[in-house]
């Protein structure tokens, strides 16, 4: 049996634009709160803190808080993590050789499927193998 790797090209653009939104998203809050994070005692705490605190307005008039971003750009990381995993397909190709049976001796012997008509290795004669199943 042989194992061929095979991806999807567009799901693996897809699933690297989800990461790179979410590295803005993240980038985005530590923009945001980078002031008042790059002066505190306990940087992340007060990251943590300030994402709960701080708005963050795309659109003016429409303002949501920090923490939302977060998520939205998480869920935008577990998107693209899932989908890259998705985009990756084992297929099992079967193995080159099958085990062959001849008609006149019954004597079996392995060999490549896809020629037809062959001598048998046991009583030379020209023959259609017929492929034995396990
Ligand atoms: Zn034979």
Request: proline share 6%; glycine share 4%.
């Amino acid at each position: 049996m042989k194992r061929i790797l095979r991806r999807q090209k567009s799901a693996y653009a897809l699933s690297l634009i989800f990461c790179l939104l979410w590295l803005a998203t993240l980038f985005m809050t530590l923009w945001k709160t980078w002031p008042e994070v790059s002066s505190a005692e306990n940087p992340f705490s007060t990251y943590l803190a300030l994402l709960w605190e701080e708005n963050f307005g795309f659109i003016p008039g429409l303002e949501f808080k920090l923490v939302y971003l977060t998520i939205v750009g998480d869920a935008m990381l577990i998107s693209g993590v899932v989908i890259w995993l998705l985009s990756r397909q084992w297929f099992y190709l079967p193995g080159k050789t099958v085990l062959l049976e001849c008609p006149f001796c019954k004597k079996r012997w392995r060999s490549n499927p896809d020629k037809g008509l062959v001598h048998c290795p046991h009583c030379r004669q020209l023959v259609h193998p017929r492929m034995v199943h396990k």
